[in-house]
Each structure stands twice: as C-alpha cells, then as structure tokens.
C-alpha cells in the first residue's frame, strides 16, 4: 500500500469513456456469466442492504474500485494484479492482461480536479462596521399605483 499523494482538496475523476472501456473489458474476459449470476442474486435479495452488498462485488464495480485507488495512489501499480486476482477470483495470468489493459486504456484518463471550497456559512467575518438597523416606522409609506390593464387577446370584449 502507499499513502495517497493527493492533496486534501484534490479529487480524482475518469471521463465517460472509462465507463464504456470497463464495460469492454469485463465483456472481453468473460466477467459477464459472474455479473449475470450476481444480478440474479440481486433480484432474490430481501433488503436493500443484501443488493447493495451484491452490487459492490460485481467485477465491473470491482475494476473501477481497483482503478481509482491506482490513480488516487491509495494502490501502488505494482500490486494491481495481486489485487484484481483476488477480488475478481481469476488466475494470475488473466489478472496480468487485465492489468495491463486497465493501464494502457483507463489509468491515463484519470484526471485530478480541485474540489470546490464551501466556505462555512456559520461564520461570516467582515471587516465592515454593521448597517443600523431602521425601523419599520421610520419610513413613509408605500404607496401602491395600480398596474396599467392589458388588452387580453384572448378573450372577447364584453361590451
């Protein structure tokens, strides 16, 4: 394991096309039987938390975990397939072409991003002195002119 180079306000992002090349690849090394064997799963799970454990270990879920801790230096590369071998449960040679492929492919369209800072609204210091605060009957009141009345284009005169 490594510790993470990433500032704490720099965030990790894979464009779309990551999406699709995982899809591909899952696809590509017959990973689909699993998912579909999972999916079934799914269905016959009787809470939301059984399908949502489910959901997490589908390979493609798995592959984009793995991928993402790479990029956020969470993983070091060369543990990459010792852990695909373990959470996809593949021999050692697939998780070596996979591997390589998730290099080639995916890991160069990592993007770091800055996270956008919320500066907290509990706490707002200025350094200009309060407005007073003016009453209500201070002021002159308001007087209201009535709007000018549009001819409706739709509707027929009454005369």
Do not use: C, H, W
Not at 42 to 59: C, D, G, S, Y
Not at 72 to 87: A, E, F, N, T
Not at 125 to 140: D, G, V
């Amino acid at each position: 394991m490594v510790n993470s180079n990433l500032k704490q306000n720099e965030e990790i992002i894979f464009s779309d096309e990551a999406t699709l090349i995982i899809r591909k690849l899952v696809s590509e090394y017959n990973l689909e039987s699993i998912e579909e064997k999972m999916f079934s799963e799914m269905v016959q799970a009787k809470t939301f938390k059984e399908r949502e454990e489910i959901f997490e270990k589908l390979p493609g879920r798995q592959i984009a975990k793995t991928v993402k801790e790479v990029a956020q230096d969470k993983v070091s590369s060369k543990d990459l397939v010792p852990i695909l071998k373990q959470r996809l449960n593949i021999p050692e040679e697939m998780a070596k072409k996979l591997a390589e492929a998730l290099e080639k492919k995916v890991l160069i369209l990592a993007q770091k991003i800055l996270k956008e800072e919320v500066p907290p609204t509990e706490k707002i210091i200025s350094s200009e002195k309060p407005t007073p605060q003016i009453e209500a009957e201070s002021l002159p009141p308001v007087q209201e002119k009535p709007l000018p009345q549009k001819k409706d284009i739709y509707r027929e005169d009454i005369e």
